[in-house]
């Protein structure tokens, strides 16, 4: 990726910049990392998403010619991992207008405390319920 900034549009469409293993935890750079000290090593390996992504030597599924196929629908309406929900029109987003610009639009969008308090809250609900889920 050209910069640092891009490891943060993770290629599945969810903008890593408010994900709690980032904002809150700290054991995470971005999806786009390859540091191997941070957790994005590990989402790696796990993500059938980055797998595919990488494989077609692609930047994210918005440069995919099968997107959205089966494999980010089904990512997008996981019913434990609602925070996936905005994935496909963030990546339509991204093909319509790039990433940097999607990147620019994000950082205003989530500039604002309120908004940031309450995904993250979410995002720490969803973590729960998948820990629950075994």
């Not at 290629?11 to 994005?40: N, R, T």
């Not at 077609?56 to 980010?72: K, M, N, Q, V, Y």
């Amino acid at each position: 990726m050209p910069n640092n900034r891009n490891k943060l549009a993770a290629p599945c469409g969810l903008y890593c910049g408010v994900c709690s293993d980032l904002v809150l935890e700290g054991v995470c750079h971005g999806c786009g990392c390859d540091c191997g000290q941070c957790a994005a090593g590990p989402h790696h390996r796990a993500c059938p998403i980055y797998r595919c992504v990488t494989e077609r030597g692609l930047e994210s599924c918005a440069g995919c010619d099968d997107f959205p196929c089966t494999r980010i629908i089904q990512f997008a309406y996981d019913p434990i991992w609602r925070t996936h929900l905005p994935v496909l029109e963030n990546l339509r987003r991204i093909r319509r207008i790039g990433t940097e610009t999607w990147l620019d639009e994000q950082e205003a969008y989530w500039a604002d405390q309120r908004r940031r308090d309450r995904w993250l809250r979410l995002h720490r609900e969803c973590r729960a319920r998948y820990k629950e889920a075994g």
